[in-house]
């Protein structure tokens, strides 16, 4: 993102004309500590003269018009304006430019499919930072989302398959991306979160709410999208290792380098952890244990200025020890192909293709035979055009995707399987009406050959900004399409009943109505957002007496409403805070099938403290999840789905401490105590941690290319 910034920004500069120039600018940009600062963009607003880069040295020299104010901005700092007036007759503007400690200027891409900064989105985006995962330390995207957000809770259903729950939306209606790619493979209408390890992550953006105008089916609860890494130095070699309670142990390493017009980063990673007991007794008195590991490889290419080619190449293995003679595999196959061309300053196209293949099977030990009976193979083809209107700033997105979803399975008859194609076309206008006011509209028709359904979902946004304030309001239709397995299932559950598909099922749909207020100061971030859902055809499970087992029906419409709260606060000196909070409250309308588990009221807070000097740095981070009881409706046995009885899930609260530190050229060592006031469950159940009390882990770093740096 960085390169193609810089490449509109030099092509500007030869294109543009240049009025009569006067004075002569020039001077230094350094840091708060007084280091010189590199690649600082250093442009006249309104983009009507010239524009340079700093050099290593933080120097610039720029012919401005009189009368002008020059932006000075780099990502990772705070932009700062410098007027022309103030430094006449040939003195240096020298800048000092202070870190941006609350991600303002972060860069996200998740809420409109074009690069916008943070505070520019016009879609409300919480942005994890490599900064935030680092401090955290989570094993996964599962315990990083717990940590860092309210409202989202991953809990065990049947067999200890992990499933979500974001503020009334399950799995199925939460899409994860991995670079904005799709996932293939689910159990339980989830996908395999342990897929998703946090090595060489860059960022993580989630957005709550519809957004099935720019992503499709499976969106109507929210996007994840986790966004990573290429090589950013000449050379690069990390190693690393954690070892923690019930023998959990990861081990991992990444190479990356630049060369020329190249650019490559490999990552590794293996995760092991025992099965173990339960302090007490409840729904499951176990934890199965297992292993798993993934090879990763990203490598970009870039034949000319504005053309770049990314090919990208993985593989996961997963073993899970559920049964004494059996073992649990997964595995997938990924890849893909993407070139992205900047034509001219207003024209950009983006022509993409990925492939994704998930199995799972079964390993029996006593004659060592591996049975597979799933597999989900997803091919996709996409192409994206867009259109900037420059320098007014409005931009048009038009875009469109084709997939071959192939699925056989265990739970089709006879181990069958089936073909879907989907076809979508979308597209989006941003406009900035002034330098107050920013629109966005957009529309996205989806086509599913199964059932030869075709669906429309509209997004509309507007924004309204003055000073370090933003107003949000926007509404979406969300729209999820029947799954091959929600229609043609047919699944016999250990000969105690059925249970089967639906091919008359009509798709979800969700009217997504939020308001949101924002104010931004470089030390402080305050949040404040209403949302309201309306849901309709909820696809569940009910028994069904004629057929004598469960199937997959539709049901009323339900409600999910609720508020989002924000504070955060981050001083130069190294302390830091965050407090958010989640109110969800889910309406659903008395003898609905579907149960609601949806605790109404959770937060999250971290309080962290840290400083650095030349060879040393620590940073010392408390954090906590409280989540309050819920009072649901629960089958009454596992044999039984006709009857049901009201139970009340205990409200518990987590403690993690963290203690990091960059101990001397690229040696970091993380102290991690987790479940720090030692909490147990008086009764494990689905929605209760798999605990058994404090825990403690100690993780080790090492970034080689270090050890020869200058400094």
């Known amino acids: 993102m960085k390169r193609i910034f810089l490449a509109i920004v030099m092509i500007l500069s030869a294109v543009l004309p240049s009025p009569a120039q006067n004075p002569n600018m020039h001077g230094t940009v350094t ?4 280091n010189p600062l590199e690649g600082v963009t250093v442009m006249v607003k309104g983009g009507k003269a010239g524009y340079v880069i700093t050099g290593s040295d933080g120097s610039y020299a720029i012919e401005v018009p009189e009368h002008s104010v020059l932006v000075f901005s780099r990502l990772g700092f705070l932009s700062i304006e410098v007027e022309s007036d103030d430094y006449a007759d040939g003195a240096d503007a020298d800048v000092v ?18 690069p916008r900064l943070l505070k520019d989105s016009p879609i409300l985006t919480r942005v994890i930072t490599s900064a935030d995962i680092k401090r955290v330390d989570a094993l996964d995207v599962g315990d990083l989302l717990e940590a860092e957000l309210p409202g989202i809770e991953f809990s065990y259903a049947m067999d200890q398959q992990v499933t ?11 899409l994860f991306l991995i670079d904005g790619e799709r996932i293939a493979g689910e159990t339980l209408d989830n996908i395999d979160y342990s897929r998703l390890n946090l090595d060489n992550v860059q960022r993580v953006e989630i957005i709550k709410g519809a ?4 992503y499709g089916s499976n969106a109507v609860g929210g996007v994840v999208n986790i966004i990573t890494s290429g090589a950013v130095e000449p050379w690069s070699v990390n190693v690393n290792a954690r070892y923690g309670a019930h023998n959990e142990q990861r081990y991992g390493g990444s190479v990356g380098f630049m060369a020329g017009k190249f650019n490559s980063m490999t990552n590794v990673q293996y995760t092991s952890i025992d099965s173990y007991k339960m302090k007490n007794e409840g729904d499951y008195n176990t934890f199965y244990g297992g292993f798993n590991y993934s090879v990763k490889e990203r490598l970009l290419y870039e034949p000319v200025e504005g053309l770049k080619f990314t090919a990208r190449a993985g593989y996961f ?3 899970r020890d559920m049964q004494a003679d059996t073992k649990d595999r997964y595995r997938d196959f990924s890849g893909g192909l993407k070139g992205e061309w900047d034509i001219n300053d207003e024209n950009r196209l983006e022509l993409s293709y990925s492939y994704d293949q998930y199995d799972k099977s079964d390993y029996l030990l006593f004659n060592s ?3 597979r009976d799933y597999s989900n193979v997803q091919h996709v083809l996409r192409g994206i055009y867009t259109y900037s209107f420059f320098p007014e700033g409005h931009t048009l997105i038009v875009g469109g995707d084709y997939m071959r979803d192939y699925l056989m399975s265990y739970q089709f008859e006879g181990n069958g399987y089936y ?3 989907t076809a979508d076309v979308f597209t989006q206008i941003e406009c900035k009406l002034d330098e107050h006011w920013h629109l966005t509209g957009g529309l996205r028709f989806d086509y599913f050959s199964q059932k030869k359904l075709s669906h429309f979902s509209p997004k509309f946004s507007l924004m309204y900004r003055t000073g370090g304030w933003s107003f949000r309001g926007s509404y979406s239709g969300g729209f999820r399409a029947p799954t091959l397995k929600e229609m043609y299932m047919s699944f016999d559950m250990a000969g105690i009943f059925m249970i089967y598909g639906n091919p008359e099922l009509a798709p979800e749909s969700s009217e997504n109505l939020s308001l949101s207020a924002e104010y931004s100061w470089k030390y402080l971030n305050v949040s404040l957002s209403g949302f309201y859902n309306w849901v309709d055809n909820r696809i569940t499970t009910v028994w069904n007496d004629g057929l004598r087992g469960m199937q997959y029906v539709n049901m009323s419409p339900i409600q999910v409403r609720g508020l989002d709260f924000s504070v955060s606060t981050r001083f130069p000196f190294g302390l830091g805070a965050r407090l958010s909070y989640t109110y969800t409250d889910e309406k659903i309308r008395a003898g609905e099938p579907l149960l609601s588990q949806t605790r109404p009221h959770s937060a999250t807070i971290k309080v962290e403290y840290g400083n650095s000097w030349k060879n040393y740095g620590f940073n010392i981070a408390l954090s906590g999840r409280l989540l309050s009881a819920v009072t649901a409706d629960v089958y009454v046995s596992a044999t039984d789905y006709t009857e049901t009885e009201t139970v009340t899930y205990p409200g518990y609260t987590i403690w993690k401490l963290v203690f990091s530190q960059d101990i001397w050229r690229g040696i970091d060592l993380n102290v991690i105590v987790d479940n720090l006031f030692n909490y147990i469950p008086d009764y494990y159940y689905s929605n209760s941690p798999a605990t058994t009390g404090i825990t403690a882990a100690v993780g080790l770093s090492v970034d080689i290319e270090k050890f020869f740096r200058k400094y």
């Open 31 to 34: 840091d708060s500590k007084g």
């Open 369 to 371: 035979t591996d049975v």
């Open 317 to 319: 293995f997963r073993e």
């Open 419 to 421: 073909v879907q194609h």
């Open 97 to 114: 430019m202070e870190e941006d400690l609350m991600n303002i200027e972060a860069v996200v891409v998740t809420g409109t499919r074009t």
């Open 211 to 214: 957004a099935s105008s720019l």
């Open 164 to 174: 979500l729950n974001m503020q009334g939306f399950g799995g199925n209606s939460v």
